[in-house]
T-cell receptor, first 110, second 110 residues
Framework: DAGITQSPRYKITETGRQVTLMCHQT?????MFWYRQDLGHGLRLIYY???????DKGEVPDGYVVSRSKTENFPLTLESATRSQTSVYFC?????????FGPGTRLTVT | GIQVEQSPPDLILQEGANSTLRCNFS?????LQWFHQNPWGQLINLFY???GTKQNGRLSATTVATERYSLLYISSSQTTDSGVYFC????????????FGTGTLLAVQP
């Protein structure tokens, strides 16, 4: 029972590079979410998806792109990474309104 | 506006003590959930508690939706209870989107 996994767990990249964070869930949950966690802000929603091919913006979508061609995968792409995108990124999925989180990806942009 | 506020921001307990964490939420927020983030960063769903009271072992939660607050009770605290406790509520209609409070950092000392 793998649940929800994220890769990579740690990533260091340079300003201006494109980075893709992967999220995979084995439960076939319809809803999936990307959050970022920064000190003093708690968790903030970047994008969410209600089903395959249905995505929408959250609180802080600027600089991020998502896609969801398959129910189980929800990748998050930083098209041109900036230092302000240094953060811990969490993917989540939900069933019956309860959300379940992946282990997180710690991203550092230098 | 859409707001979730938690108190206290920090709490230090001796092992065996009881504690109450509070979450206040604005009118546009519903369907509260409580999460625990352990010292290794993993987020665990504790309760989905839109109203009423639920109990799970030494933890229980109560939401009074009409008064826009929720409480998380931790009894006979243990060192493994340490970490950050977040409450989060749904906003924006039937989208499962969550807005998080900034958390309560709990340290349980042996």
């Amino acid at each position: 029972d793998a649940g929800i996994t994220q890769s990579p767990r740690y990533k260091i990249t340079e300003t201006g590079r494109q980075v893709t964070l992967m999220c995979h869930q084995t439960w076939s949950h319809s809803y999936m979410f990307w959050y970022r966690q920064d000190l003093g802000h708690g968790l903030r929603l970047i994008y969410y998806s209600a089903a395959a091919d249905i995505t929408d913006k959250g609180e802080v979508p600027d600089g991020y792109v998502v896609s969801r061609s398959k129910t189980e995968n929800f990748p998050l792409t930083l098209e041109s990474a900036t230092r302000s995108q240094t953060s811990v990124y969490f993917c989540a999925s939900s069933v019956m309104r309860e959300q379940y989180f992946g282990p997180g990806t710690r991203l550092t942009v230098t | 506006g859409i707001q979730v506020e938690q108190s206290p921001p920090d709490l230090i307990l001796q092992e065996g003590a009881n504690s109450t964490l509070r979450c206040n939420f604005s009118d546009s927020v519903n369907n509260l959930q409580w999460f625990h983030q352990n010292p290794w960063g993993q987020l665990i769903n504790l309760f989905y508690i839109p109203s009423g009271t639920k109990q799970n072992g030494r933890l229980s939660a109560t939401t009074v939706a009409t008064e826009r607050y929720s409480l998380l009770y931790i009894s006979s605290s243990q060192t493994t209870d340490s970490g950050v406790y977040f409450c989060a509520g749904e906003y924006g209609g039937a989208t499962n989107k969550l807005i998080f409070g900034t958390g309560t950092l709990l340290a349980v000392q042996p």
